[in-house]
């Protein structure tokens, strides 16, 4: 497996996104749909010359990077394809100077809790849009 950065037009991660967002839809309705800061940066795995699984690091504050759209296609997952993104994203925060990485998921993602927590992300209030938002859980992790 390969892990590289690319740009946000690309077509393989493109079509990661948008099977990403269909998912999101599926399971919370249209509020399962948020936005991306335009300086966010995507990784993207990449198997056998196709793109599977993508994720994104997301400016929040000179020292706090927020991971965005972590998504493995269904025919990769349980492979370590999210574990291998996520250690990659954290290092991609780190070279940018983030000291903390923080992000959100939805009750209805069981797996991304459990490979959150098992990666070291320790619950935190929920932020921003989130507050009120009972149903979403927050997590850190110190760099």
Do not use: W
């Amino acid at each position: 497996m390969l892990i590289e950065e690319r740009p946000l037009n690309d077509e393989g991660l493109s079509a990661l996104v948008t099977a990403a967002f269909a998912e999101l839809v599926a399971k919370y309705g249209a509020e399962g749909r948020s936005g991306v800061h335009p300086e966010a940066r995507f990784l993207v795995a990449v198997v056998d010359g196709r793109a599977v699984g993508c994720g994104a690091v997301q400016p929040v504050d000179p020292a706090t990077g927020e991971v965005k759209r972590m998504y493995v296609a269904p025919d990769h997952r349980g492979r370590g394809v999210a574990r291998s993104l996520l250690a990659a994203l954290e290092d991609l925060a780190r070279a940018q100077g983030n000291t903390v990485l923080r992000l959100a998921t939805g009750h209805l993602q069981p797996e991304a809790i459990s490979l959150y927590r098992g990666s070291g992300y320790e619950p935190i209030p929920p932020y921003g849009k989130y507050v009120d938002v009972p149903t979403t859980f927050c997590f850190a992790k110190p760099l």
